[in-house]
């Protein structure tokens, strides 16, 4: 089965107004007719202009976090109705930086995921082994607990997308070679097959990230259990997104 990739810039703390919005318009300009389906993921602040800026383009507009609540007592907090009312589709969910910063764990992971899905949103959830993990051999069973916690019930391959992000490969320059990031990837979709059924697993989109570059895109892209990009540092210049997005095709 053929999955469109998805290729998803992930901003973090980075942007401010005029040159947020100016990233914005260049991959707008430069992703129409993209081979694949384009996410920008920018800081909360930008995510009403950026929609402004995306508006009659086919690309889509994330989140990098929401809170699992509708609304209340959440100081500094963003629920999943926030972000669909600003015109978000998406949210990224569990970024191994969050839950480093923020000592998030699976369960509350998959309680935003869950209360993302209720809003209507797709959450791409984050899971990933540190180097300490990998180097012990762990990678696998590592990134099969997160799955198990993070993952909630009500995950489907249309509302959720899954992103393998080896801590160690993020901003390092570094990376697993493309086989070793597909050999993760077919073990993410067959660990989930359990959940979501053929049809299922088979439509799930699994991306990577993790140093992802115009470089190495294409060689990452061409494995056939790897659906697309999560990008950080490359996200941040549309000359270099936009390569990743071209090296994807269906
Ligand atoms: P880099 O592409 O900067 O390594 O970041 C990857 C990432 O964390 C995307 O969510």
């Given at each position: 089965?053929?999955?469109?990739?998805?290729?998803?810039?992930?901003?973090?703390?980075?942007?401010?107004?005029?040159?947020?919005?100016?990233?914005?318009?260049?991959?707008?300009?430069?992703?129409?007719?993209?081979?694949?389906?384009?996410?920008?993921?920018?800081?909360v602040?930008?995510?009403?202009?950026?929609?402004?800026?995306?508006?009659?383009?086919?690309?889509?507009?994330?989140?990098?976090?929401?809170?699992?609540?509708?609304k209340?007592?959440?100081?500094?907090?963003?629920?999943?109705?926030m972000?669909?009312?600003?015109?978000?589709?998406?949210?990224?969910?569990?970024?191994s930086?969050?839950?480093?910063?923020?000592?998030?764990?699976?369960?509350?992971?998959?309680?935003?995921?869950?209360?993302?899905?209720?809003?209507?949103?797709?959450?791409?959830?984050?899971?990933?082994?540190?180097?300490?993990?990998?180097?012990a051999?762990?990678?696998?069973?590592?990134?099969?607990?997160?799955?198990?916690?993070?993952?909630?019930?009500?995950?489907t391959?249309?509302?959720?997308?899954?992103?393998?992000?080896?801590?160690?490969?993020?901003?390092?320059?570094?990376?697993?070679?493309?086989?070793?990031?597909?050999q993760?990837?077919?073990h993410?979709r067959?660990?989930?097959?359990?959940?979501?059924?053929?049809?299922?697993?088979?439509?799930?989109?699994?991306?990577?990230?993790?140093?992802?570059?115009?470089?190495?895109?294409?060689?990452?892209l061409?494995?056939?259990?790897?659906?697309?990009?999560?990008?950080?540092?490359?996200?941040?210049?549309?000359?270099?997104?936009?390569?990743?997005?071209?090296?994807?095709?269906?």
């Amino acid at each position: 089965m053929s999955r469109r990739p998805l290729i998803a810039g992930n901003w973090k703390m980075n942007g401010l107004l005029s040159d947020g919005t100016a990233l914005a318009q260049a991959v707008a300009q430069g992703g129409k007719d993209a081979p694949c389906d384009i996410l920008i993921c920018p800081p909360v602040t930008l995510l009403g202009a950026v929609k402004s800026v995306l508006s009659g383009s086919a690309i889509q507009l994330g989140a990098q976090d929401c809170h699992w609540q509708e609304k209340g007592a959440h100081t500094g907090d963003i629920s999943p109705q926030m972000l669909v009312d600003v015109g978000c589709s998406h949210v990224i969910l569990g970024h191994s930086e969050r839950r480093a910063d923020h000592g998030e764990t699976d369960s509350q992971v998959a309680q935003k995921a869950s209360a993302a899905h209720q809003a209507g949103l797709i959450a791409v959830i984050c899971v990933g082994e540190t180097e300490a993990q990998r180097d012990a051999g762990d990678t696998m069973s590592v990134i099969s607990a997160q799955l198990d916690g993070s993952v909630p019930q009500s995950a489907t391959s249309e509302n959720t997308v899954i992103a393998y992000e080896p801590v160690w490969a993020i901003g390092t320059g570094r990376t697993p070679t493309a086989q070793e990031a597909n050999q993760v990837h077919a073990h993410i979709r067959a660990h989930l097959h359990g959940r979501l059924g053929d049809a299922g697993t088979a439509a799930l989109r699994i991306l990577y990230g993790g140093s992802m570059k115009p470089g190495n895109a294409a060689d990452l892209l061409a494995q056939p259990d790897i659906d697309g990009g999560l990008i950080g540092g490359a996200a941040l210049k549309a000359e270099d997104f936009l390569s990743i997005v071209a090296a994807a095709k269906a």
